[in-house]
């Protein structure tokens, strides 16, 4: 079955640690999005990447960081400079430019809580 | 102000009622349109998307695009209590340089027995 997975489901961070949040795709998707979730806000984006070896910030970019070294994977990690990080986590993912790129498709999401 | 508005309700109706969830928004650029539904701790799926004006229609939703009043609406007729979620509106530009969605709040409906 093609799709979005997202892992861990549920991740508990502690004071000071970094957390890293996994999503991975086998849509064959050029284009990766990370999300944030919170209660009457919507979702904001926090980064994205059109091509592999490339990204971008998005609106709310501070205290997280990304990678993008394979096309099917675009972890998330979530630094201690991130003061605020509980929260919905999604991932999505699209073709890409030129080609229904405005079609986003999203993971289940990781519930991330601070301990 | 912000680029997409959305009444985060919550909506209560019956079960047959036909509902009528709306988002306004700000960018004369926007171009595509879409749906998404999202149920309780789970991750959006699209449900509906538009390009410019007019409706679309797929079973018991439609989906309608007034650009020249900047408003959009999605429609579900006999709505049934699995259709009690939070529905998010987005919407984007046709600019080549960005794949950015902007997203509505949502709004939460719940369809009662």
């Known amino acids: 079955d093609g799709g979005i997975t997202q892992s861990p489901k549920y991740l508990f961070r502690k004071e000071g640690q970094n957390v890293t949040l996994s999503c991975e795709q086998n849509?064959?998707?050029?284009?990766m999005y990370w999300y944030r979730q919170d209660p009457g806000q919507g979702l904001r984006l926090i980064y994205y990447s059109q091509i592999v070896n490339d990204f971008q910030k998005g609106d709310i970019a501070e205290g997280y960081s990304v990678s993008r070294e394979k096309k099917e994977s675009f972890p998330l990690t979530v630094t201690s400079a991130q003061k605020n990080p509980t929260a919905f986590y999604l991932c999505?993912?699209?073709?890409?430019?030129?080609?229904?790129?405005?079609?986003?498709?999203f993971g289940p999401g990781t519930r991330l809580l601070v301990l | 102000q912000k680029e997409v508005e959305q009444d985060p309700g919550p909506l209560s109706v019956p079960e047959g009622a036909i509902v009528s969830l709306n988002c306004t928004y700000s960018?004369?650029?926007?171009?595509?349109f879409m749906w998404y539904r999202q149920y309780s701790r789970k991750g959006p799926e699209l449900l509906m998307y538009t390009y410019s004006s007019g409706n679309k229609e797929d079973g018991r939703f439609t989906a309608q695009v007034d650009k020249s009043s900047k408003y959009i609406s999605l429609f579900i007729r006999d709505s049934q209590p699995s259709d009690s979620a939070t529905y998010l509106c987005?919407?984007?530009?046709?600019?080549?340089?960005?794949?950015?969605?902007?997203f509505g709040t949502g709004t939460r409906l719940q369809v009662f027995p």
């Open positions: 987005a919407m984007s530009s046709l600019s080549y340089n960005t794949d950015k969605l902007i």
């Open positions: 849509l064959n998707h050029d284009a």
């Open positions: 999505a993912s699209s073709h890409g430019r030129g080609r229904l790129q405005e079609t986003q498709y």
């Open positions: 960018n004369s650029a926007f171009q595509y």
